[in-house]
């Protein structure tokens, strides 16, 4: 059974600060690494995907992994009131085409 | 807009009843897939296509569920007999590429309410 799992939260941080989100996964062969963002009663959109080990940059959102540890996470710097969302974490496996999800970590920025 | 497209975006329906949703994905991905969200979940894999071929449905997958993609282009997802727990957000997703490298795109899902 391979498990994504992520803190429901929320996590509160202020306007401006750096919002970490984690998420571990159970699979060690998983390849993929995948950021979706939620707004309430929206659907899931893509922020970021990774695949090698190390930091990914682009704007503001960094995604880090760590295969060893079995571990990405997300870095949003300069948040800001919008980025409060459910932030979806989605691992993929080679020769599957079908990403597990976590249940989702809640993030409100504060102004 | 390029986008996955869904159809309705919202339902009602009373127990018992059944429903059809229908999804559009985007026109070059060959790979469709569908998803039933809850409050508080992650999206929960129901089933998913390549091209006309459905490949894979979850064992959680009541055959009350079906859906089909006639000619590898959109598909539709029907609940027959629809329970109060049928009640979520189906979402559809459509993608393309190598396993474990592809990037699923979803369309705006559809809401369903069963009373």
């Known amino acids: 059974q391979k498990e994504v799992e992520q803190n429901s939260g929320p996590l509160s941080v202020p306007e401006g600060a750096i919002a970490s989100l984690n998420c571990t996964y159970s699979d060690r062969v998983s390849q993929s690494f995948f950021w979706y963002r939620q707004y309430s009663g929206k659907s899931p959109e893509l922020i970021m995907s990774?695949?090698?080990?190390g930091d990914k940059e682009d704007g503001r959102f960094t995604a880090q992994l760590n295969k060893a540890s079995q571990y990405v996470s997300l870095l949003i710097r300069d948040s800001q009131p919008s980025d409060s969302a459910t932030y979806l974490c989605?691992?993929?496996?080679?020769?599957?085409?079908?990403?597990?999800f976590g249940r989702g970590t809640s993030l409100i920025v504060h102004p | 807009d390029t986008g996955v497209s869904q159809d309705p975006r919202h339902k009602i329906t009373k127990r018992g009843q059944n429903v059809t949703f229908r999804c559009d994905p985007i026109s070059e991905h060959n790979r469709l897939y569908w998803y039933r969200q809850t409050l508080g979940q992650g999206p929960e894999f129901l089933t998913y296509?390549?091209?006309?071929?459905?490949?894979?449905k979850s064992r959680l997958l009541s055959d009350r569920f079906s859906a089909e993609r006639p000619k590898g282009s959109f598909s539709t997802l029907e609940i027959q007999r629809t329970e109060q727990g049928d009640s979520a957000m189906y979402l559809c997703?459509?993608?393309?590429?190598?396993?474990?490298?592809?990037?699923?795109?979803f369309g705006p899902g559809t809401r369903l309410l069963v009373l």
């Open positions: 990774i695949y090698s080990n």
């Open positions: 296509f390549q091209n006309e071929a459905q490949l894979e």
């Open positions: 989605a691992v993929g496996s080679g020769g599957s085409y079908i990403p597990t």
């Open positions: 997703a459509s993608s393309r590429g190598t396993p474990g490298e592809e990037t699923q795109y």
